[in-house]
């Protein structure tokens, strides 16, 4: 029987043209009736999922040979939106406000290519048809209008209201947070109509901020019964009989520590390092066997999938397996027995690995180690500390040495390593903000992030040479375009990115961050830099991790929070027991399986940074309530066509309008990326440093206004000419402002979540998310 992808690659041929489903069915010669009905039902999916397109004779083509492309719709709160295709490498299309139709952020929608720069990437579009729904349900404040009311969206992106008929507000009023299902979507200058399913709360009710985020993301709260019950069923300890019969590897009399935050209880990985007789050395990862205690298709394994990852909010986690598995049985507490699977590496004097081995295991940790007390001791900090782990101090000297020959290694190849400060929101009981404190990223977050890196890329390569289905977690060069404008960007300050045509290797980008570090324009130029980059994310192919510089990349450590890491690690598991292979039955089912996964995942791991930065700007916000008409000294974060955004110290972002700016009429420049005074010739960029006032705090947009107070000028008129500036030129208006505005230009841009994977590993609650 003919596949999905053979009948798609079929079409995709260059001298293909569009047949009737009589003339397909001919040309693979379907003869059995059973097998013509499962033909008909796939390409019936296949035009539901818009992979395939019929036309109006009944000829079934793909949409890139019609001039259009599939992909899922970002949209914006002024009304225009960009199509994010689902083709590798494709560049976005921006999208007019006039030719949304009907479709919604998030939608999967087939969209007409209308214009395409000369360069041919600056594309325009318009949607053409809607292919799936993402929006099913929405939150937001309700307006009775006595025989009907309406929910006004939370997010700004949906920016039309939601028209809901009495029968359908069942006893909500005005002023209460809403959830409502859509049960009539929009249709030209008609409103969606929906259904009020649930009432969250007065709007000012302490916790329904917070509730109100976590359903606008739709994220699931409470594990259904049958997923309990499982859990349940899950043993507390550890019998020999099972450690015997799986024939793990005995580790528990070998010295191996967890290193993890103060308040961390998921603790999914233990190292150990021994220096080795010729001098190399050996570095153990032992990472809790969830996999065992969630089999494949099981209750566990399904709501897994589904979640994707834990999510951490400012006051909870969402986690993805239930609090018995992931505080319990597959959490490495110490001096207990745990079943793991452990990647064993030995690095020569020149950090070259020589050896490694992958394989089942159990062991017992000897202590529950925090980075501060590891900080302490590595770094001589405090006699008490070092003298309750004298046992443990040259173990922890060693894990020092290793991990910044790691780090070194790792920089001289071409890895990027951005630093940016980030910050932890501190809330009471009731989840009011009480402080904000920067996180730190000592040495101890250093030796757990090198030896997490060292074992993720370890297995990726080992399992991309043995040739069996597995994710990897790939990283894509950037776009030609983006990464020439900031080339051009970086030269206007004296700085010379060198590359091959269009392309750049990664160690060029970390050279360019090595010679700006300390100067003035150290912030500006790495902001730039990071908002060029291209956003990790999970593959069934292993194509490379441009930010890491590595050709072989995985998530290997993470099993209790991230499903990539559970289904790799079944998979490691079932090859090593059936010697080194899988069957061909097996092998065509994960070959299938993995896209699938691969999609998912990346997929909940953007929800989940969208719902942790919502909560995040949220409380923020909120903490500066108090504080409006108070005046802070900032750096500016970022400029666009509409104002600039200032950072404080404590790493809160406000805006200041242009609309604020009265000395002068200020011209923005796309390409130097700053603001510049048309008669006074005042220059306002990224990184210059700034006095503001707190002006005004919106908690329903989570927006925070500031007042310019003053600034340090930093420019001259002979700047301005240098900079090749024509102040008699505006700045693009229509559909150029609206998109400078738009992808990586609001408040904090594309900075944030994940864009060059800085950290590679960072763990949750220390730096960014893993790479």
């Not at 793990?248 to 290193?259: A, S």
Request: charged letters at 30%; one cysteine or more; aromatic letters at 8%.
């Amino acid at each position: 029987m003919i596949t999905e992808q053979q009948l798609l690659d079929f079409m995709r041929e260059t001298a293909y043209k569009p047949m009737t489903y009589q003339e397909l069915e001919q040309h693979f010669d379907i003869q059995d009736a059973a097998n013509f009905k499962v033909f008909l039902a796939m390409l019936t999916r296949l035009e539901e999922e818009g992979q395939i397109l019929r036309t109006r004779s009944d000829c079934y083509g793909v949409p890139e040979r019609m001039n259009l492309l599939r992909g899922r719709l970002q949209a914006h709160a002024k009304g225009f939106g960009f199509l994010i295709p689902d083709e590798t490498g494709h560049p976005d299309v921006y999208i007019h406000a006039n030719d949304m139709k009907t479709a919604m952020h998030g939608d999967i929608v087939l969209v007409r290519i209308t214009s395409k720069g000369t360069d041919g990437t600056r594309m325009e579009g318009a949607v053409v048809r809607v292919v799936k729904r993402a929006v099913e349900q929405i939150v937001g404040i309700f307006e009775n209008h006595e025989s009907y009311g309406f929910v006004i969206p939370d997010d700004k992106r949906i920016n039309r209201d939601i028209f809901v008929a009495r029968e359908h507000m069942h006893g909500a009023v005005t002023g209460q947070k809403v959830v409502v299902r859509i049960i009539v979507y929009p249709e030209g200058r008609a409103a969606a109509q929906g259904e009020v399913i649930e009432v969250l709360g007065h709007k000012d009710d302490p916790g329904v901020d917070i509730l109100s985020i976590i359903r606008k993301h739709q994220l699931p709260e409470a594990f259904p019964a049958e997923v309990m019950a499982e859990a349940e069923a899950v043993p507390d300890a550890i019998s020999e009989e099972e450690i015997v019969s799986q024939g793990r590897r005995d580790l528990r009399g070998r010295t191996i520590v967890t290193i993890d935050g103060e308040d961390a209880k998921d603790l999914d990985d233990a190292v150990h390092v021994v220096k080795l007789p010729n001098g190399h050395y050996e570095l153990g990862v032992h990472i809790a066997d969830v996999g065992y205690y969630v089999p494949e298709g099981s209750e566990l394994d399904r709501e897994a999938y589904a979640r994707g990852c834990s999510v951490y909010l400012v006051d909870r986690v969402i986690p993805m397996l239930p609090h018995r598995l992931s505080n319990g049985i597959c959490s490495l507490h110490p001096q207990v027995d745990r079943l793991t699977l452990s990647c064993v590496m030995e690095f020569d004097e020149k950090m070259r690995p020589v050896r490694h081995d992958i394989f089942p295991s159990v062991i017992r940790t000897v202590e529950r180690m925090t980075y501060t007390n590891v900080r302490k001791i590595v770094e001589g900090e405090d006699p008490e500390v070092i003298a309750r782990y004298a046992e443990l101090e040259d173990f922890f000297l060693l894990m020092k040495e290793l991990a910044l020959k790691l780090r070194k290694r790792r920089m001289q190849r071409g890895a990027i390593d951005f630093d940016f400060e980030e910050s932890k929101v501190i809330v009471d009981e009731q989840g009011k903000p009480v402080d904000i404190v920067k996180r730190e990223r000592s040495i101890a977050e250093q030796i757990i992030e090198e030896f997490m890196l060292a074992a993720n890329e370890t297995v990726a390569e080992h399992f991309h040479w043995l040739r069996v289905p597995f994710l990897y977690r790939i990283h894509e060069e950037p776009n030609a375009e983006k990464l020439f404008h900031f080339m051009a960007f970086a030269a206007n300050f004296g700085y010379v990115v060198r590359g091959k045509g269009n392309s750049v290797h990664p160690r060029s980008l970390q050279t360019l961050l090595e010679e700006i570090e300390g100067t003035r324009e150290q912030t500006v130029i790495s902001t730039m830099m990071l908002r060029s980059m291209k956003q990790a994310k999970y593959d069934a192919e292993s194509t490379g991790h441009f930010g890491l510089a590595a050709e072989f990349y995985s998530h290997f450590t993470s099993p209790i929070r991230r499903y990539p890491d559970l289904v790799i690690h079944r998979v490691i598991r079932e090859v090593i027991q059936n010697g080194g292979t899988l069957s061909e039955k097996r092998q065509e089912y994960l070959q299938t399986r993995m896209p699938d996964i691969a999609l998912q995942s990346s997929a909940r791991e953007r929800v989940a940074v969208d719902a942790e930065r919502d909560t995040e700007a949220l409380k923020k916000a909120e903490f500066m309530l108090d504080k409006i008409g108070e005046e802070f000294d900032g750096i500016i974060s970022s400029v666009t066509s509409f104002g600039m955004f200032v950072e404080l110290d404590n790493t809160v972002e406000g805006l200041i309008r242009l609309s604020d700016l009265t000395d002068d009429y200020y011209h923005f420049h796309e390409q130097h990326m700053l603001l510049v005074g048309e008669r006074t010739s005042n220059i306002f960029r990224i990184g210059d440093e700034v006095r503001i006032r707190v002006g005004r705090v919106n908690l329903e947009d989570y927006t925070i206004d500031f007042e310019l107070v003053s600034s340090s000028p930093r420019y001259s008129d002979r700047d301005v000419r240098e900079f090749g500036l024509d102040l008699r030129k505006r700045s693009r208006g229509g559909k150029g402002a609206e998109r400078s505005g738009g992808r990586g230009a609001g408040r904090g841009g594309e900075r944030g979540g994940e864009r060059a994977a800085p950290g590679g590993e960072r763990r949750r609650g220390h730096g960014r998310p893993g790479g």
